[in-house]
């Protein structure tokens, strides 16, 4: 049953998960082809608001052609008594959950890399302009968040206003990221868990830290603790601590009995520095991923607006699939480009000297926050274009990675990190494309070949349904 009967499509949680496919949509609001898109909400003063007023700055829903995809911004200006600059980063992260409980619209993502899809067959049901969109977000705010008093919005579709805005919001993102770098995950008795997404991936949530942001970069602890006092019912909510297993791996008690109770069982154990062994799981609106290159025995990370494909040929919509679903899959680990900030990053692997490849953008953006060192060791798509190019850049430069090589780095890789990097046992939906993967022959012996050849079992888009599949190495 819908919310609002004066609405001309459904709206409730039910519609959580919807999926709008292309052939499906009537427009795109944002999304990967667009390089200007945001979402913002800003605090201000009560007499600043005029509450309930929503402007479009440039075309409305029936002025996009049928099947487009359009440059779009979004502002949201809030005031309350109990509002304060904290909160900003929550209110906003809330626009996933409540686009995404209209029928027939679909909301992935966050601040700049959000994506919004509406039907045609909502459109045509009279779901035909910002106005209806903007008064469902009055309602869904003001029912869900009392302490909103007022709340006023502005859409913008015009590219060129757009363009002109994006670098303001970016510098908003970046204020707020930068209040708390400095603080340690050592100083605070309490982290904060994230359950937004758990409508997508039912087994994950967001473990947020000093050091670790939540995945999609929109959710920082200093934003964890503002909306859990003003909202303690809401999905995000304190997770004391409790007593630390291990260090390096950031692995607590407290935090490992939390995820096991939300994700219902099936999450035991939760590290938070390392992408081996128990990584934190990812739901898919994380801002990149890092992924292990067996072949060299490192990471290479990239992120949602990369648009070509990595050194080992993947791209980022299939290292994202791999990693996506609340699942636990070594070698793959969504992160926020925020974390990749923090001196925690990775820690239990080795840090920024297990990190071999990136876009050249993204090393940009952060390279102030990386050891010195490094800098110039890592390839990005400028500077190598295969696995065999990257393998030479590394000894030229002499990376930290090459000390780990005792021979070509295919026979050093575990059989285990290798195999469990490749098969889980939750395959999304019943068929699973798996990219091009190779195995060196130390990984999986073949009888009848005899000893020494060095071989490579390579899948090429095949097709793997399974419920589980376990491959163990022997020791001779």
């Given at each position: ?39 913002l ?12 007023k ?7 829903l ?67 302009t ?30 060129a ?43 994950h ?49 407290q ?16 590290q ?65 480009i ?33 050891p ?12 190598v ?29 575990s ?29 999986l012996?073949?009888?009848g ?6 071989i ?6 095949a ?9 163990k190495?022997?020791?001779?």
């Amino acid at each position: 049953m819908s919310m609002f009967e004066d609405i001309p499509v459904d709206v409730g949680i039910i519609y959580e998960g919807e999926r709008i496919r292309g052939r499906e949509m009537q427009v795109e609001l944002g999304g990967p082809r667009e390089e200007f898109k945001f979402e913002l909400v800003q605090a201000k003063e009560l007499d600043e608001i005029e509450d309930g007023k929503i402007e479009i700055i440039g075309p409305d829903l029936p002025d996009i052609p049928v099947g487009t995809n359009v440059p779009f911004g979004m502002i949201i200006y809030v005031g309350g008594e109990e509002i304060e600059k904290d909160l900003e980063g929550v209110i906003e992260r809330r626009l996933h959950e409540y686009v995404n409980f209209i029928e027939g619209f679909m909301h992935l993502n966050q601040r700049y890399d959000i994506q919004m899809r509406l039907s045609q067959k909502s459109y045509q049901k009279g779901f035909n302009t910002f106005k209806i969109f903007g008064e469902v977000l009055f309602r869904l705010y003001k029912s869900e968040m009392p302490f909103i008093e007022k709340m006023q919005i502005i859409f913008y579709t015009d590219p060129a206003k757009v363009a002109e805005l994006y670098p303001e919001a970016m510098n908003i993102y970046e204020a707020r990221d930068a209040r708390a770098r400095g603080m340690s995950d050592d100083e605070v008795d309490v982290f904060y868990g994230c359950s937004l997404c758990q409508s997508f991936a039912p087994t994950h949530l967001c473990v947020i830290t000093p050091q670790r942001y939540a995945n999609c970069g929109a959710i920082s602890w200093f934003d964890g603790r503002a909306t859990a006092k003003v909202d303690p019912k809401g999905p995000v909510f304190e997770i004391p601590k409790g007593a630390l297993l291990d260090e390096v791996t950031g692995e607590y008690e407290q935090v490992n009995q939390v995820i096991k109770e939300k994700s219902l069982g099936e999450i035991e154990r939760v590290q938070l520095y390392t992408g081996f062994g128990y990584p934190h799981t990812s739901c898919g609106c994380f801002e990149g991923c890092a992924f292990y290159i067996p072949e060299v025995d490192a990471y290479g990370v990239v992120h949602r607006n990369y648009k070509g494909q990595t050194v080992n040929g993947l791209d980022f919509v299939t290292i994202s699939d791999l990693t996506a679903g609340g699942r636990q899959v070594d070698g793959f680990h969504g992160l926020s480009i925020e974390y990749m900030r923090s001196p925690k990053f990775m820690q239990a692997d080795g840090g920024w000297d297990r990190v071999v490849w990136m876009p050249e953008d993204i090393l940009e953006r952060i390279k102030e926050y990386m050891p010195e060192e490094i800098i110039s060791k890592i390839a990005t798509e400028n500077r190598v274009t295969s696995l065999d190019e990257l393998k030479d850049w590394l000894k030229d430069k002499q990376h930290p990675i090459v000390e780990r090589w005792t021979e070509e780095p295919e026979a050093e890789v575990s059989a285990q990190a290798e195999v469990q990097q490749m098969v889980q046992p939750q395959m999304p939906m019943g068929g699973y494309t798996v990219p091009t993967l190779e195995l060196p022959a130390s990984a999986l012996p073949v009888q009848g070949l005899p000893s020494g050849l060095n071989i490579k079992i390579i899948l090429k888009n095949a097709k793997i349904t399974a419920e589980k599949l376990i491959i163990k190495a022997e020791k001779e």
